[in-house]
């Protein structure tokens, strides 16, 4: 509910910039892990909540990089 609440009030900041993006990506990163270890009941398989982890941090870092390509030039 925290990490929720914490979304809605960064979308309530006036957006853009480094700060905001990577923000957005870390709440984004430990919902997720919320979600895959909690919900989908990963705690218990440490090889597939390994898998999944790292999947979901290459896919926000990916995420990272598109969304700093443009603040770059």
Do not use: E, H
């Not at 960064?10 to 923000?23: D, E, R, T, V």
């Amino acid at each position: 509910m925290a990490l929720s609440l914490g979304s809605t009030a960064l979308s309530l900041l006036p957006q853009g910039g480094w700060a905001f993006g990577i923000a957005v990506l870390v709440l984004a990163f430990v919902k997720a892990r919320v979600i895959l270890l909690d919900y989908l009941n990963l705690r218990g398989a440490p090889s597939w909540r390994g898998g999944f982890v790292f999947a979901t941090a290459v896919t926000l870092l990916v995420f990272l990089g598109l969304y700093a390509a443009p603040l770059m030039s």
